[in-house]
Protein backbone atom coordinates (compact mmCIF):
# COMPACT_ATOMS: atom_id res chain seq x y z
CA UNK A 1 0.00 0.00 0.00
CA UNK A 2 1.46 3.37 -1.19
CA UNK A 3 0.85 6.72 0.11
CA UNK A 4 2.10 10.26 -1.25
CA UNK A 5 1.31 11.39 2.38
CA UNK A 6 2.33 9.49 5.45
CA UNK A 7 2.39 11.75 8.38
CA UNK A 8 -0.80 11.35 9.53
CA UNK A 9 -0.03 11.56 13.38
CA UNK A 10 -0.82 14.20 15.88
CA UNK A 11 2.46 15.25 17.77
CA UNK A 12 0.01 16.11 20.71
CA UNK A 13 -3.79 17.36 21.71
CA UNK A 14 -4.87 20.13 20.36
CA UNK A 15 -5.55 22.21 22.91
CA UNK A 16 -6.39 26.50 23.00
CA UNK A 17 -4.81 26.96 19.70
CA UNK A 18 -1.86 24.92 19.91
CA UNK A 19 -0.26 21.33 20.12
CA UNK A 20 -0.03 19.77 23.64
CA UNK A 21 2.22 17.66 24.64
CA UNK A 22 0.47 14.41 26.19
CA UNK A 23 2.37 12.21 29.58
CA UNK A 24 4.48 10.01 26.85
CA UNK A 25 1.89 7.30 26.40
CA UNK A 26 0.78 7.04 22.76
CA UNK A 27 -1.97 5.49 21.09
CA UNK A 28 -0.30 3.45 17.87
CA UNK A 29 -2.81 3.45 14.85
CA UNK A 30 -2.82 0.13 12.64
CA UNK A 31 -3.82 0.24 8.95
CA UNK A 32 -6.38 -2.75 8.79
CA UNK A 33 -5.28 -3.47 5.25
CA UNK A 34 -1.70 -3.94 6.04
CA UNK A 35 -1.52 -4.37 9.69
CA UNK A 36 1.32 -1.38 10.11
CA UNK A 37 1.18 0.85 12.10
CA UNK A 38 1.02 3.71 10.56
CA UNK A 39 0.87 6.86 13.27
CA UNK A 40 0.43 7.45 16.89
CA UNK A 41 -1.46 10.05 18.62
CA UNK A 42 -1.22 11.09 22.82
CA UNK A 43 -3.60 8.59 24.70
CA UNK A 44 -4.68 11.31 27.18
CA UNK A 45 -5.84 11.36 30.65
CA UNK A 46 -8.48 13.11 33.11
CA UNK A 47 -5.65 15.82 33.26
CA UNK A 48 -5.41 16.42 29.62
CA UNK A 49 -9.21 16.90 30.11
CA UNK A 50 -9.19 19.28 32.36
CA UNK A 51 -6.92 21.16 30.76
CA UNK A 52 -9.11 21.56 27.20
CA UNK A 53 -12.30 21.76 28.83
CA UNK A 54 -10.99 25.17 30.75
CA UNK A 55 -9.74 26.01 27.61
CA UNK A 56 -13.01 25.99 25.96
CA UNK A 57 -15.23 27.19 28.90
CA UNK A 58 -12.40 30.34 28.50
CA UNK A 59 -12.97 31.09 25.29
CA UNK A 60 -17.04 30.13 25.42
CA UNK A 61 -17.96 34.26 26.43
CA UNK A 62 -16.13 35.60 23.36
CA UNK A 63 -16.93 32.95 20.49
CA UNK A 64 -21.00 33.08 22.43
CA UNK A 65 -21.20 36.91 21.66
CA UNK A 66 -20.22 36.91 18.37
CA UNK A 67 -23.13 37.59 16.07
CA UNK A 68 -24.27 34.15 14.35
CA UNK A 69 -23.57 35.39 11.25
CA UNK A 70 -19.97 35.49 11.91
CA UNK A 71 -20.26 32.04 13.06
CA UNK A 72 -21.25 31.29 9.97
CA UNK A 73 -18.83 32.93 7.85
CA UNK A 74 -15.82 31.34 10.45
CA UNK A 75 -18.14 27.95 9.07
CA UNK A 76 -17.94 28.26 5.43
CA UNK A 77 -14.14 29.35 5.34
CA UNK A 78 -14.06 26.05 7.34
CA UNK A 79 -15.83 24.05 4.51
CA UNK A 80 -13.49 25.81 2.13
CA UNK A 81 -10.20 24.48 4.42
CA UNK A 82 -11.52 20.85 4.66
CA UNK A 83 -12.21 21.22 0.58
CA UNK A 84 -8.72 22.29 -0.09
CA UNK A 85 -7.14 19.41 2.55
CA UNK A 86 -9.87 16.32 0.52
CA UNK A 87 -6.92 14.43 -0.71
CA UNK A 88 -4.39 14.13 2.51
CA UNK A 89 -7.52 13.55 4.69
CA UNK A 90 -9.07 10.88 2.81
CA UNK A 91 -5.50 9.26 2.76
CA UNK A 92 -5.68 9.25 6.57
CA UNK A 93 -9.16 8.26 6.79
CA UNK A 94 -8.10 4.86 4.48
CA UNK A 95 -5.25 4.49 6.10
CA UNK A 96 -6.69 4.52 9.67
CA UNK A 97 -9.93 2.57 9.31
CA UNK A 98 -9.72 0.88 5.18
CA UNK A 99 -12.13 3.20 3.18
CA UNK A 100 -11.77 2.72 -0.21
CA UNK A 101 -9.61 5.85 -1.27
CA UNK A 102 -12.43 6.88 -3.66
CA UNK A 103 -15.35 6.45 -0.91
CA UNK A 104 -12.95 8.07 1.77
CA UNK A 105 -12.49 11.63 -0.60
CA UNK A 106 -16.27 11.64 -1.48
CA UNK A 107 -18.05 10.11 1.43
CA UNK A 108 -16.04 10.93 3.85
CA UNK A 109 -14.22 14.21 3.24
CA UNK A 110 -16.13 15.93 0.77
CA UNK A 111 -19.64 15.51 2.35
CA UNK A 112 -17.85 16.28 5.62
CA UNK A 113 -17.38 19.72 3.60
CA UNK A 114 -21.09 20.09 2.39
CA UNK A 115 -22.19 19.21 5.61
CA UNK A 116 -20.18 22.49 7.40
CA UNK A 117 -20.74 24.74 4.29
CA UNK A 118 -24.85 23.56 4.34
CA UNK A 119 -25.13 24.37 8.51
CA UNK A 120 -23.43 27.74 8.01
CA UNK A 121 -26.22 28.06 5.95
CA UNK A 122 -29.16 27.26 8.52
CA UNK A 123 -28.18 30.66 10.05
CA UNK A 124 -30.94 32.53 9.06
CA UNK A 125 -33.65 29.40 9.44
CA UNK A 126 -32.94 29.36 13.68
CA UNK A 127 -34.79 32.05 15.33
CA UNK A 128 -31.99 33.21 17.55
CA UNK A 129 -35.00 35.67 19.22
CA UNK A 130 -38.43 35.16 18.96
CA UNK A 131 -41.42 37.67 20.24
CA UNK A 132 -44.45 35.12 21.56
CA UNK A 133 -47.36 37.91 23.44
CA UNK A 134 -45.01 39.95 26.07
CA UNK A 135 -41.72 36.69 25.97
CA UNK A 136 -38.71 37.19 23.92
CA UNK A 137 -37.99 33.86 23.68
CA UNK A 138 -33.71 33.51 22.74
CA UNK A 139 -31.65 30.73 21.94
CA UNK A 140 -28.56 30.54 23.41
CA UNK A 141 -25.71 28.51 23.87
CA UNK A 142 -25.20 25.49 25.91
CA UNK A 143 -21.97 26.03 26.94
CA UNK A 144 -19.03 23.72 26.57
CA UNK A 145 -19.96 20.85 24.47
CA UNK A 146 -17.93 17.63 24.97
CA UNK A 147 -18.34 15.66 21.12
CA UNK A 148 -17.08 11.88 21.57
CA UNK A 149 -17.29 10.14 18.15
CA UNK A 150 -16.85 6.36 16.20
CA UNK A 151 -14.38 5.18 14.30
CA UNK A 152 -16.37 4.36 10.90
CA UNK A 153 -17.33 7.90 9.38
CA UNK A 154 -14.11 9.50 11.65
CA UNK A 155 -14.01 13.51 9.98
CA UNK A 156 -18.48 13.12 9.00
CA UNK A 157 -19.60 12.26 12.72
CA UNK A 158 -17.30 14.97 13.92
CA UNK A 159 -18.58 17.62 11.83
CA UNK A 160 -22.08 16.50 12.71
CA UNK A 161 -21.32 17.56 15.74
CA UNK A 162 -18.82 20.11 15.86
CA UNK A 163 -20.11 22.93 12.81
CA UNK A 164 -23.50 22.71 14.73
CA UNK A 165 -22.45 23.46 18.19
CA UNK A 166 -19.73 26.38 17.01
CA UNK A 167 -22.73 28.01 15.00
CA UNK A 168 -24.75 27.97 17.84
CA UNK A 169 -22.21 29.20 19.85
CA UNK A 170 -20.68 27.00 21.94
CA UNK A 171 -16.95 25.83 22.32
CA UNK A 172 -16.45 22.08 22.14
CA UNK A 173 -13.89 19.77 23.31
CA UNK A 174 -13.90 16.68 20.81
CA UNK A 175 -12.49 12.98 21.52
CA UNK A 176 -12.12 11.07 18.33
CA UNK A 177 -12.20 7.39 18.45
CA UNK A 178 -8.85 5.73 19.33
CA UNK A 179 -9.09 3.30 16.48
CA UNK A 180 -9.61 6.17 13.68
CA UNK A 181 -8.05 9.75 15.46
CA UNK A 182 -5.91 10.95 12.39
CA UNK A 183 -8.42 13.39 10.52
CA UNK A 184 -8.70 15.44 13.73
CA UNK A 185 -5.97 16.81 13.56
CA UNK A 186 -6.75 17.77 10.00
CA UNK A 187 -9.67 19.31 10.84
CA UNK A 188 -7.86 21.24 13.93
CA UNK A 189 -5.36 22.89 11.42
CA UNK A 190 -8.18 23.61 9.06
CA UNK A 191 -10.07 25.66 11.76
CA UNK A 192 -7.05 27.28 12.70
CA UNK A 193 -7.04 28.43 8.88
CA UNK A 194 -10.19 29.19 9.17
CA UNK A 195 -9.80 31.95 11.88
CA UNK A 196 -11.56 30.04 14.67
CA UNK A 197 -10.13 31.34 17.35
CA UNK A 198 -8.22 29.20 20.00
CA UNK A 199 -9.68 27.29 22.55
CA UNK A 200 -12.80 27.39 20.42
CA UNK A 201 -12.26 23.75 19.53
CA UNK A 202 -10.14 21.17 21.41
CA UNK A 203 -9.08 18.19 20.39
CA UNK A 204 -8.16 15.29 23.47
CA UNK A 205 -7.16 11.83 21.97
CA UNK A 206 -7.43 8.75 23.67
CA UNK A 207 -9.83 5.55 25.17
CA UNK A 208 -13.57 6.10 25.72
CA UNK A 209 -13.20 4.60 29.21
CA UNK A 210 -9.76 7.04 30.20
CA UNK A 211 -11.51 10.38 28.13
CA UNK A 212 -14.96 10.03 26.93
CA UNK A 213 -16.01 9.17 30.49
CA UNK A 214 -14.18 11.92 32.03
CA UNK A 215 -15.75 14.44 29.39
CA UNK A 216 -19.38 13.03 30.90
CA UNK A 217 -18.77 13.18 34.37
CA UNK A 218 -16.81 16.98 33.93
CA UNK A 219 -18.73 19.18 36.04
CA UNK A 220 -17.66 22.14 33.53
CA UNK A 221 -19.22 20.21 30.64
CA UNK A 222 -22.61 21.21 29.61
CA UNK A 223 -23.36 19.12 27.21
CA UNK A 224 -22.40 15.67 25.60
CA UNK A 225 -23.05 14.43 22.19
CA UNK A 226 -21.76 11.22 21.49
CA UNK A 227 -21.91 8.71 18.37
CA UNK A 228 -21.14 5.33 19.32
CA UNK A 229 -22.81 1.96 20.53
CA UNK A 230 -26.25 1.57 21.88
CA UNK A 231 -24.23 -0.43 24.89
CA UNK A 232 -21.94 2.64 25.20
CA UNK A 233 -24.29 4.97 24.91
CA UNK A 234 -26.25 3.71 27.90
CA UNK A 235 -22.77 4.03 29.95
CA UNK A 236 -22.24 7.54 29.17
CA UNK A 237 -25.85 8.76 29.99
CA UNK A 238 -25.53 7.13 33.41
CA UNK A 239 -22.33 8.94 33.84
CA UNK A 240 -23.69 12.43 32.84
CA UNK A 241 -26.42 12.43 35.42
CA UNK A 242 -24.50 12.75 37.78
CA UNK A 243 -24.38 16.56 36.93
CA UNK A 244 -27.72 16.92 35.31
CA UNK A 245 -26.02 17.60 31.87
CA UNK A 246 -27.64 17.39 28.07
CA UNK A 247 -27.28 14.09 26.44
CA UNK A 248 -27.38 13.54 22.75
CA UNK A 249 -27.53 10.21 21.45
CA UNK A 250 -26.96 8.76 18.14
CA UNK A 251 -26.94 5.27 18.40
CA UNK A 252 -27.35 1.64 16.68
CA UNK A 253 -29.34 0.72 13.94
CA UNK A 254 -30.87 -2.53 12.22
CA UNK A 255 -32.44 -0.93 9.24
CA UNK A 256 -35.23 -2.41 7.16
CA UNK A 257 -35.81 -1.99 3.87
CA UNK A 258 -39.26 -3.47 3.12
CA UNK A 259 -39.92 -4.38 -0.73
CA UNK A 260 -43.84 -4.31 -0.91
CA UNK A 261 -45.21 -6.73 -3.84
CA UNK A 262 -45.49 -3.64 -6.70
CA UNK A 263 -42.13 -2.36 -6.10
CA UNK A 264 -39.12 -1.90 -8.91
CA UNK A 265 -37.64 -4.73 -8.24
CA UNK A 266 -34.14 -4.01 -10.37
CA UNK A 267 -34.30 -0.54 -8.58
CA UNK A 268 -34.90 -2.15 -4.98
CA UNK A 269 -32.14 -4.75 -5.22
CA UNK A 270 -29.45 -2.27 -6.58
CA UNK A 271 -30.21 0.43 -3.83
CA UNK A 272 -30.04 -2.11 -0.84
CA UNK A 273 -26.66 -3.38 -1.91
CA UNK A 274 -25.31 0.19 -1.53
CA UNK A 275 -26.48 1.20 1.39
CA UNK A 276 -26.56 -1.97 2.74
CA UNK A 277 -22.32 -2.83 1.76
CA UNK A 278 -21.35 0.66 1.62
CA UNK A 279 -17.87 1.39 3.77
CA UNK A 280 -18.55 -2.61 4.31
CA UNK A 281 -21.80 -1.88 5.85
CA UNK A 282 -19.88 -0.06 8.78
CA UNK A 283 -22.78 2.02 9.23
CA UNK A 284 -25.38 3.24 11.80
CA UNK A 285 -28.08 3.46 9.05
CA UNK A 286 -27.07 0.66 6.99
CA UNK A 287 -30.00 -1.55 5.33
CA UNK A 288 -29.32 -4.80 6.93
CA UNK A 289 -32.35 -6.37 6.83
CA UNK A 290 -34.34 -6.39 3.29
CA UNK A 291 -38.05 -7.44 3.44
CA UNK A 292 -39.60 -8.97 0.82
CA UNK A 293 -43.09 -10.23 -0.27
CA UNK A 294 -42.90 -14.11 0.81
CA UNK A 295 -43.92 -14.65 -3.43
CA UNK A 296 -40.92 -13.34 -4.59
CA UNK A 297 -38.30 -13.89 -1.77
CA UNK A 298 -36.29 -16.46 -4.07
CA UNK A 299 -36.58 -14.29 -7.24
CA UNK A 300 -35.22 -11.16 -5.26
CA UNK A 301 -32.20 -13.49 -3.43
CA UNK A 302 -31.03 -14.40 -7.25
CA UNK A 303 -30.77 -10.90 -8.35
CA UNK A 304 -28.98 -9.95 -4.92
CA UNK A 305 -26.52 -12.34 -6.11
CA UNK A 306 -25.94 -11.70 -8.95
CA UNK A 307 -25.66 -7.55 -8.80
CA UNK A 308 -23.00 -8.32 -5.61
CA UNK A 309 -20.76 -10.00 -7.88
CA UNK A 310 -19.90 -6.53 -8.70
CA UNK A 311 -18.33 -5.99 -5.30
CA UNK A 312 -14.71 -5.90 -5.90
CA UNK A 313 -12.80 -6.61 -1.95
CA UNK A 314 -9.09 -5.56 -1.70
CA UNK A 315 -7.00 -2.92 -1.40
CA UNK A 316 -8.53 0.39 -0.72
CA UNK A 317 -5.88 2.58 -2.27
CA UNK A 318 -6.82 0.83 -5.79
CA UNK A 319 -9.45 2.98 -7.23
CA UNK A 320 -11.40 0.60 -8.66
CA UNK A 321 -12.05 -1.23 -5.27
CA UNK A 322 -15.51 -0.94 -4.15
CA UNK A 323 -15.14 -2.34 -0.33
CA UNK A 324 -11.98 -2.60 1.34
CA UNK A 325 -11.14 -4.03 4.75
CA UNK A 326 -13.28 -3.93 8.28
CA UNK A 327 -11.49 -1.42 10.66
CA UNK A 328 -9.35 -3.82 12.73
CA UNK A 329 -9.20 -7.57 12.92
CA UNK A 330 -10.86 -7.25 16.41
CA UNK A 331 -13.99 -6.04 14.28
CA UNK A 332 -13.28 -8.64 11.84
CA UNK A 333 -13.25 -11.74 14.35
CA UNK A 334 -16.47 -9.69 15.14
CA UNK A 335 -18.75 -9.53 11.98
CA UNK A 336 -17.26 -13.02 11.19
CA UNK A 337 -18.26 -14.49 14.32
CA UNK A 338 -21.84 -13.06 13.38
CA UNK A 339 -21.43 -14.58 9.90
CA UNK A 340 -21.10 -18.13 11.43
CA UNK A 341 -23.82 -17.73 13.72
CA UNK A 342 -26.38 -17.00 11.25
CA UNK A 343 -25.04 -20.68 9.52
CA UNK A 344 -25.62 -22.51 12.45
CA UNK A 345 -29.26 -20.96 13.46
CA UNK A 346 -30.13 -21.88 9.66
CA UNK A 347 -30.30 -18.89 7.77
CA UNK A 348 -29.14 -20.20 4.00
CA UNK A 349 -26.41 -18.46 3.17
CA UNK A 350 -26.94 -17.02 -0.88
CA UNK A 351 -23.61 -15.35 -1.12
CA UNK A 352 -20.15 -14.78 0.78
CA UNK A 353 -19.79 -16.28 4.25
CA UNK A 354 -17.55 -16.50 7.00
CA UNK A 355 -13.56 -17.02 6.77
CA UNK A 356 -10.17 -15.51 5.16
CA UNK A 357 -10.44 -14.59 1.51
CA UNK A 358 -8.23 -16.19 -0.86
CA UNK A 359 -5.08 -14.12 -1.74
CA UNK A 360 -6.53 -11.17 0.99
CA UNK A 361 -5.63 -13.65 4.07
CA UNK A 362 -3.28 -10.83 5.60
CA UNK A 363 -5.74 -7.66 5.92
CA UNK A 364 -8.75 -7.38 7.95
CA UNK A 365 -10.85 -8.64 4.27
CA UNK A 366 -13.97 -10.43 4.33
CA UNK A 367 -16.99 -11.21 1.95
CA UNK A 368 -19.73 -8.92 1.78
CA UNK A 369 -22.89 -12.30 2.70
CA UNK A 370 -26.25 -12.62 1.78
CA UNK A 371 -28.49 -14.94 4.15
CA UNK A 372 -31.41 -15.93 2.55
CA UNK A 373 -34.76 -17.06 4.68
CA UNK A 374 -33.81 -15.39 8.16
CA UNK A 375 -36.05 -15.77 11.02
CA UNK A 376 -36.51 -12.41 12.06
CA UNK A 377 -36.33 -13.45 15.77
CA UNK A 378 -32.90 -14.70 14.94
CA UNK A 379 -29.34 -13.28 16.39
CA UNK A 380 -28.52 -11.68 12.82
CA UNK A 381 -31.67 -10.23 11.98
CA UNK A 382 -31.70 -8.49 15.97
CA UNK A 383 -27.92 -7.45 16.59
CA UNK A 384 -26.30 -4.72 14.92
CA UNK A 385 -23.39 -6.56 13.03
CA UNK A 386 -21.87 -3.61 11.39
CA UNK A 387 -20.58 -5.30 8.76
CA UNK A 388 -21.58 -5.98 5.07
CA UNK A 389 -23.86 -8.99 6.71
CA UNK A 390 -27.65 -8.58 4.64
CA UNK A 391 -30.20 -10.68 5.96
CA UNK A 392 -33.28 -11.15 3.51
CA UNK A 393 -36.70 -11.85 5.24
CA UNK A 394 -39.52 -12.98 3.46
CA UNK A 395 -43.31 -11.13 4.87
CA UNK A 396 -46.82 -12.27 4.50
CA UNK A 397 -48.69 -8.76 4.21
CA UNK A 398 -48.32 -5.14 4.87
CA UNK A 399 -48.76 -5.61 8.53
CA UNK A 400 -46.73 -8.41 9.09
CA UNK A 401 -43.76 -6.63 7.06
CA UNK A 402 -44.64 -3.61 9.99
CA UNK A 403 -44.43 -5.95 12.76
CA UNK A 404 -40.95 -7.25 11.19
CA UNK A 405 -39.42 -3.93 10.91
CA UNK A 406 -40.76 -2.42 13.95
CA UNK A 407 -39.30 -5.94 15.91
CA UNK A 408 -36.36 -5.02 17.02
CA UNK A 409 -34.84 -2.49 19.89
CA UNK A 410 -33.61 -0.14 17.14
CA UNK A 411 -35.58 2.90 15.37
CA UNK A 412 -32.65 4.73 13.58
CA UNK A 413 -33.49 4.47 9.87
CA UNK A 414 -35.85 2.04 7.31
CA UNK A 415 -36.77 2.01 3.85
CA UNK A 416 -40.02 1.47 1.58
CA UNK A 417 -39.86 0.96 -2.31
CA UNK A 418 -43.58 0.42 -4.03
CA UNK A 419 -46.04 2.62 -5.24
CA UNK A 420 -45.64 5.63 -4.00
CA UNK A 421 -48.46 6.67 -2.12
CA UNK A 422 -48.85 3.43 -0.45
CA UNK A 423 -44.93 3.41 0.14
CA UNK A 424 -45.40 6.64 2.17
CA UNK A 425 -48.32 5.14 4.19
CA UNK A 426 -46.21 2.26 5.07
CA UNK A 427 -42.96 4.81 6.09
CA UNK A 428 -45.86 6.83 8.53
CA UNK A 429 -46.28 3.54 9.93
CA UNK A 430 -42.86 3.04 10.85
CA UNK A 431 -41.35 3.55 14.53
CA UNK A 432 -37.73 4.84 12.91
CA UNK A 433 -36.35 8.57 13.04
CA UNK A 434 -35.87 8.83 9.26
CA UNK A 435 -37.59 6.62 5.78
CA UNK A 436 -36.15 6.83 2.53
CA UNK A 437 -38.98 6.37 -0.07
CA UNK A 438 -37.92 4.77 -3.30
CA UNK A 439 -34.28 5.35 -3.25
CA UNK A 440 -34.68 9.32 -2.52
CA UNK A 441 -30.99 10.93 -1.34
CA UNK A 442 -29.77 11.58 1.95
CA UNK A 443 -31.40 15.33 2.81
CA UNK A 444 -28.50 16.92 5.17
CA UNK A 445 -31.15 19.42 5.86
CA UNK A 446 -33.00 17.29 7.06
CA UNK A 447 -33.12 16.22 10.92
CA UNK A 448 -30.94 12.60 11.53
CA UNK A 449 -31.62 10.70 14.63
CA UNK A 450 -33.48 7.40 16.04
CA UNK A 451 -36.63 6.43 18.05
CA UNK A 452 -36.15 3.67 20.46
CA UNK A 453 -32.88 2.19 21.31
CA UNK A 454 -31.16 4.26 18.77
CA UNK A 455 -31.05 7.58 20.80
CA UNK A 456 -32.58 10.64 21.17
CA UNK A 457 -31.84 13.93 20.09
CA UNK A 458 -31.60 14.96 16.45
CA UNK A 459 -28.63 15.96 14.05
CA UNK A 460 -28.36 17.88 11.14
CA UNK A 461 -30.69 20.64 9.66
CA UNK A 462 -31.91 23.42 11.86
CA UNK A 463 -33.31 21.09 14.22
CA UNK A 464 -29.84 19.68 14.91
CA UNK A 465 -28.66 23.44 15.35
CA UNK A 466 -31.51 24.05 18.02
CA UNK A 467 -29.92 20.96 19.94
CA UNK A 468 -27.08 22.77 20.71
CA UNK A 469 -29.29 25.48 22.05
CA UNK A 470 -30.61 26.70 25.55
CA UNK A 471 -34.23 28.04 25.38
CA UNK A 472 -34.71 31.72 27.88
CA UNK A 473 -37.93 33.21 28.03
CA UNK A 474 -37.64 36.84 29.01
CA UNK A 475 -41.15 38.62 30.13
CA UNK A 476 -41.10 42.27 28.88
Known amino acids: MNSSHTDFGAPGHWIDGAFVPGGGAVTEVVNPATAEVVATVPAGTGADVDRAVAAARAALSGWAATEPGERADALRRLAG ?31 AALVTAATAELVTEVSWDEQVGNSLVVREPVGVVGAITPWNFPLQQVITKVAPALLA ?26 GIPDGVLNVVYGAGPTVGEAL ?17 GRRISA ?29 AVEQTLVNSWTNSGQACGAWSRLLVPESR ?33 QHWAQVNSYMERGIADGAVLAFGGPGRIAGLEHGAYIRPTIFARVDPGSVVAQEEIFGPVLCVIPYADEDDAVA ?26 LDVGQVYVNGAQFNPAAPFGGYKQSGNGREMGRVGVEEFTEVKSIQI
Open 81 to 111: ELTSRVEVIAQAVTAEMGAPITLARAGHVGF
Open 404 to 429: IADGTIYGLTASVFGEPERALRIARR
Open 297 to 329: HDEIVEKLVTAAAGYTVGDPTDESVRLGPLASE
Open 239 to 267: IASATVKRVGLELGGKSANIVLDDAEIDQ
Open 169 to 194: GNTVVLKPSERAPLSARFLAESAVAA
Open 216 to 232: AAHPDVDMISFTGSTQV
